[in-house]
Nanobody
């Protein structure tokens, strides 16, 4: 069993910053892609950023404001968020492709952490 546990969410004023963290624990060989998704009330969950080795991807609305990074020793992924906007409000989920055996990858999700940006 693999657990992804997020932390770092909270309430922040527009223009402020937050740093989300997600750490993986359990029995596995390695972690491949790691991602951050978010879901606002009434909307579909959307991919915000991903990181594969050192290659990163961001959706247009967060490019230049958010930075995704990872620590392979700690099996963790981070999302540094600056210049937060009201529309960044939502529940942020960590997602990872985890090698549970030599040839088997399983996708895991964290429980989510709430980010609320007040305008």
């Amino acid at each position: 069993q693999v657990l992804l546990v997020e932390s770092g969410g909270g309430l922040v004023q527009a223009g402020g910053s937050l740093r989300l963290s997600c750490a993986a624990s359990g029995s596995f060989l390695r972690i491949n892609d790691m991602r951050w998704y978010r879901q606002a009330p009434g909307l579909q969950r959307e991919l915000v950023a991903s990181i594969t080795n050192e290659i990163t991807y961001y959706i247009d609305s967060v490019t230049g404001r958010f930075t995704i990074s990872r620590d392979n020793v700690k099996n963790a992924v981070y999302l540094q968020m600056h210049s937060l906007k009201f529309e960044d409000t939502g529940t942020y989920y960590c997602n990872a492709d985890v090698a549970v055996s030599t040839y088997q990858f399983v996708e895991y999700w964290g429980q989510g952490t709430q980010v609320t940006v007040s305008s």
